[in-house]
């Protein structure tokens, strides 16, 4: 397996002009280039080459693809193998288990940087509990919050002394060299002038799984508003925040016993989970969690409980990021403190019996907390209701385990006021779309996938919606982020700009269209989710997408000479300025991709009233329905002819 990031930067190095001149030779036409294809014998070059979108296309024979797919067909190699045969051109490492010299150096350096760190904890666990400076200010701090000394050492919290240089200057003195200083993020290097990062900061190390000090997080005693409360070790070879939860080094024997893991957000709050006699505490450092941090704490329970302040907007806001927790299968509970109280003060106010006792009575599994929290914002607002019903849907959706998903169907149904079958049906739905479940985890593929051998077509395109489809998925690609329309307010003056890809997934969504082609569904899926995050994925994220049925579409869309959709090809020629026509080419569009799937679902209808005959009830009910579609076709066929006029 080669990592998505690994691919990404061979996608980005692997300029398809260079990486097909090796083979062919290319001369310059216009903004592409021409050469003689290297896959069938030809006298005069119909091969092109694009470099802006990373492609080329033959037109004598129709291979096509980007640059990895030239190496695959050239070098006959696997998608895995033309990626390697890549990353060695461009000089790009691939993770692979082999040690070379390098890798050798790095190790020590890592070592280096770990006696470093371990000595600096040392050091200001001496200044906290000994230094004149560290008692006054530091130790104070903490007994003044009821902190025990003996949760103190247990973390191994200390003190850096407020004089710029102290720590660099002792650790120097002892022999530490300044190259580990730096690297391990404790010495700041300024053209020479060295100083502590921490200075004047009570220090919580960060420990690994195993106690080593990887980092630290400091903070500031005296107010000072022009520094930051908070001061984190930065990214170093051996601490990444993203892999390390706070407090996991302490936790995880009781994690393992308790069978549970609690959340917190910040230090103090561990340690005073831990004062008030709750040690499976860690604390996620006020970020949302990584799949890595998730996956840590799934080494030793599957189960974890979220901390969270009684402040409603926070808790809207952490709700949401929560689905990736449910993705790798844990079981999430939620317990919301009094309003205004967080974990280190409320487990202050109360005695530790009633801390306990608070935090058993108030779990709540997850989705039933989210269900009611969101429902109690809908109130009866049907819209409002309805995405509701999607967000709930969503997060049972993305637990793997089939029988904890029924339990949640069945509660979620209740709580909602719905049938079991529409909460369940809708859930089936949304975990067969290729892209829900693949979202984060496309998997780079071992078996050899030429570019046109995407899976599982549907095989009558005539009679399917296969082309107005492709046509809505083109124009997303091409023109996802171009401005369809502007709406001023002429009260508030505020500008409302809708693109081509607001306009299209609006439409689609509001009738609850579905793309049947499964490749064509999974890019729909990824640009609705994208550009509900703000970012309209183009041309090249396609083109270079990971998934090889995909980003062969992609090639094909930008290649291919295509037929048009009907209403195109009656109306000529307009493949050099469909661009200035966009205003009427997206709505057009998109109406004859709903008469497509009007059509097929009167085809449907008309099969449904001859199984149902005889039963006259249920044949008059059928027949309403037909007649609402050709209604709906005649209105559809009215704005399309107005349009084509
Ligand atoms: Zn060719």
Known sequence: M???????????????????????????????????????????????????????????????????????????????????????????????????????????????????????AKQFSENLFHGHEGMALGLSYFRERGFRDAILHKFDVGYCNEKRDDFTRKALDAGYRSEYLVLSGLTIDKEGYIFDRFAGRIMFPIHSLSGQVLGFGGRIIKSDPKAAKYVNTPETEIYHKSRIVYGIF?????????????????????????????????????????????????????????????????????????????????NVRIVLLPDGEDPDSYSKKVSEEEFRKYLKENETDFIRFKTRLLLDEAREDPVRRANLVREVVRSIAVIPDQINRTIYVKECSLLLGMPEEVVLDEVMKLRKQQSFRDRNTWPVQDAIVTPQAAPQRQKKREETSYYSEKEILRLLIRYGAEVLSRVTDRETGTETITTVADYIISEIEEDELKLNDPVFAAMYEEIKFNTGQGMIPGERHFVHHPEPAISATAVDMLTEKYTLSSIWNTRGSYVETEDMKLKELVPETVLSFKSDKIKILQKELIKEMSQAKGDDDRVAILQERYKVMTSLQKKIAYSLGKRVV
């Not at 061979?10 to 030779?25: H, N």
């Not at 004598?60 to 696997?78: D, P, Q, R, T, W």
């Not at 069978?259 to 499976?280: I, K, P, Q």
Request: some cysteine; glycine content about 8%; proline content about 4%.
């Open 250 to 330: 302490q936790a995880r024997q009781a994690i393992i016993k308790e069978d549970r893991c609690f959340l917190v957000e910040g230090y103090t709050d561990v340690l005073s989970m831990h004062e008030a006699g709750v040690e499976n505490v860690v604390a996620s450092s006020g970020t949302a969690l990584t799949q890595e941090q998730i996956r840590l704490i799934k080494r030793f329970t599957p189960n974890i409980t979220m901390l969270y302040d009684g402040d409603p907007a926070g808790v809207k806001a952490s709700v949401r990021g929560t689905d990736m927790v449910l993705e790798e299968g844990m």
């Open 2 to 120: 080669i990592d998505h990031s690994t691919i990404e930067r061979i996608f980005d190095a692997a300029q398809i002009t260079e990486v097909v001149q090796e083979f062919v030779s290319l001369k310059k036409r216009g903004v592409n280039y021409l050469g003689l294809c290297p896959f069938h014998n030809e006298k005069t070059p119909s091969f092109t080459v694009s470099p802006a979108k990373g492609i080329f296309k033959c037109f004598g024979c129709g291979k096509g693809g980007n640059s990895v797919n030239f190496i695959m067909e050239h070098e006959h190699l696997s998608y895995p193998e033309a990626l390697k045969w890549l990353a060695k051109k461009y000089h790009i490492e691939i993770e692979e288990k082999e040690v070379t010299p390098e890798e050798i150096a790095k190790q020590n350096e890592r070592e280096s940087m770990l006696v470093v760190t371990q000595y600096a």
